[in-house]
T-cell receptor, first 115, second 111 residues
Framework: DAGVTQSPTHLIKTRGQQVTLRCSPK?????VSWYQQALGQGPQFIFQ???????QRGNFPDRFSGHQFPNYSSELNVNALLLGDSALYLC??????????????FGSGTQLSVL | RKEVEQDPGPFNVPEGATVAFNCTYS??????FFWYRQDCRKEPKLLMS???SGNEDGRFTAQLNRASQYISLLIRDSKLSDSATYLC????????????FGSGTRLLVRP
């Protein structure tokens, strides 16, 4: 049973470029959240997708957008990259069904470096 | 002020020592509380949930004080493998899993 998988593991971009990160949730999970973790900081919530819609959003600009597909996988897109976007991007999945008590599972992340 | 505050450390302790981490949160609407462990360049992993009654898992004990908005983690008989960053985490709504992380406390256990 595969856990949360993310791709790519590492990525190098230059300022102004656009990037797409991908995530496949753990089997049985229907909800995907994205977090940004800068060096020396804790993960910061970007947004959460459920039923192919953005349910919640953290304090991130519109340059950060996402999508969830019918198979529950998700993409995170960042436009007009800034140096400050360099971070570890973590995907986490769970299921929010009624009565469910499933915890959050994290993928191993995508390390994005913006030069 | 950050919503979840932790002492960044590092805490440098010898094997076998007992070490305690503290965390405070500012949003009284917080409902669920966790400690996560994160190894260098790896993803966070759930260490334990934290309940008002306190809970223990082997060498680890977590406590929650809702009145003071304070969470603690105690590690007894430290092992070298306990070296990691410990993240204090709160969730405002039980069903949403919009987790708010502290910046983490780094623990180094030396031989």
């Amino acid at each position: 049973d595969a856990g949360v998988t993310q791709s790519p593991t590492h990525l190098i971009k230059t300022r102004g470029q656009q990037v797409t990160l991908r995530c496949s949730p753990k089997s049985g999970h229907d909800t995907v959240s994205w977090y940004q973790q800068a060096l020396g900081q804790g993960p910061q919530f970007i947004f959460q997708y459920y039923e192919e819609e953005e349910r919640q959003r953290g304090n991130f600009p519109d340059r950060f957008s996402g999508h969830q597909f019918p198979n529950y996988s998700s993409e995170l897109n960042v436009n007009a990259l800034l140096l400050g976007d360099s971070a570890l991007y973590l995907c986490a999945s769970t299921t929010l069904g009624e009565g469910n008590n499933e915890k959050l599972f994290f993928g191993s992340g995508t390390q994005l470096s913006v030069l | 002020r950050k919503e979840v505050e932790q002492d960044p450390g590092p805490f440098n302790v010898p094997e076998g020592a007992t070490v305690a981490f503290n965390c405070t949160y500012s949003n009284s609407a917080s409902q669920s509380f966790f400690w996560y462990r994160q190894d260098c360049r790896k993803e966070p992993k759930l260490l334990m949930s934290v309940y008002s009654s306190g809970n223990e898992d082997g060498r680890f004990t977590a406590q929650l004080n809702r009145a003071s908005q304070y969470i603690s983690l105690l590690i007894r008989d430290s092992k070298l493998s306990d070296s990691a960053t410990y993240l204090c985490v709160v969730n405002r709504m039980d069903s949403s899993y919009k987790l708010i992380f502290g910046s983490g406390t780094r623990l180094l256990v030396r031989p």
